[in-house]
C-alpha cells in the first residue's frame, strides 16, 4: 500500500488539489492533525471528493504510519537529491506543513529523505512537492526496495554512520545491495 501523509496541513486548497493528485497517482491520503476542515478543501478536489471522504484522519504521525512499508519524507536541501532516489513500488510520501515543513524528528520516521532541485528558491509549495513526487515515483518505481534483513546487515557491516546513511537513503534495489553486501564481505 502507498499513501501520503500530509502533517498538520495549514491550507484546505492545497489538501484538496493533494486529493486530485493522489486519485490520479494511486495513492491513499492520510492527514495528521488538519488545521482545518475538510469540507473547506472540497471546492479544489474536483471530481476526487471521495478521495477526500476516505481520507484517514490522525492524530499522531506514528498512527499514520505504522502500516506502510518504505516512508519517503521532504525537506528543502536535506537528503537525496530526488533524481538519486529510486522510488519502490510501495513507496509512501510524508510531507509538512505549509508554513515550516517536517520537523527533524519527523524526518527520522521516515526510512528515506529527498528533497526536489530547483534553481534559486528551494521551498515548493505542499501540492506541487506532491505532485512532483507521485509522478517522479511512479515513473521509476521497481517492485523491490531494500529489505530489512538487509538494512541491518548493512548497519552491522558498515560503521562509517555518513556512508551508511547514503546507502539508505539511496533505497538501491536488493540486487545492488547484496552486490555490496557481497563486495564489503571481500574486504572483512
Known amino acids: 500500500m502507498k499513501a501520503v501523509v500530509l ?11 493533494i486529493a486530485r493528485l493522489c486519485e490520479n497517482f494511486g495513492y491513499e491520503l492520510r492527514i ?10 472540497r471546492k479544489t478536489a474536483s ?8 481520507a484517514h484522519i490522525y492524530n499522531q504521525i506514528q498512527e499514520s504510519i505504522k502500516d506502510l512499508d518504505y516512508i519517503v519524507g521532504t525537506k528543502p536541501g536535506k537528503g537525496s537529491s ?23 524528528k519527523e524526518l527520522e520516521l521516515c526510512d528515506s529523505i529527498v528533497h526536489i532541485e530547483t534553481d ?30 538487509q538494512k541491518q546487515v548493512l548497519d552491522e557491516m558498515i560503521q562509517n554512520e555518513v556512508l551508511k546513511e547514503l546507502v ?18 571481500q574486504e572483512e
Not at 502533517?7 to 488539489?17: A, L, M, Q
Not at 471530481?47 to 476516505?54: D, S, T, V, Y
Open 7 to 17: 502533517v498538520e496541513p495549514e491550507i484546505p486548497e492545497n489538501t484538496g488539489f
Open 32 to 41: 495528521v492533525n488538519p488545521e482545518f476542515n475538510l469540507e473547506d478543501a
Open 47 to 54: 471530481k476526487a471528493q471521495q478521495k477526500l471522504e476516505e
Open 82 to 104: 530526488l533524481e538519486n532516489f529510486q522510488a519502490r513500488e510501495n513507496t509512501s510520501i510524508m510531507i509538512g506543513r505549509e508554513s515550516s515543513g517536517l520537523s527533524n
Open 120 to 149: 534559486d528558491y528551494s521551498s515548493i509549495n505542499q501540492s506541487h512537492a506532491a505532485g512532483i513526487l507521485m509522478n517522479n515515483f511512479s515513473k521509476k518505481s521497481e517492485k523491490n526496495g531494500i529489505s530489512q534483513g
Open 168 to 185: 539508505l537513503d539511496a533505497n538501491p534495489s536488493q540486487e545492488k545491495v547484496n552486490h555490496l553486501i557481497g563486495q564489503l564481505k
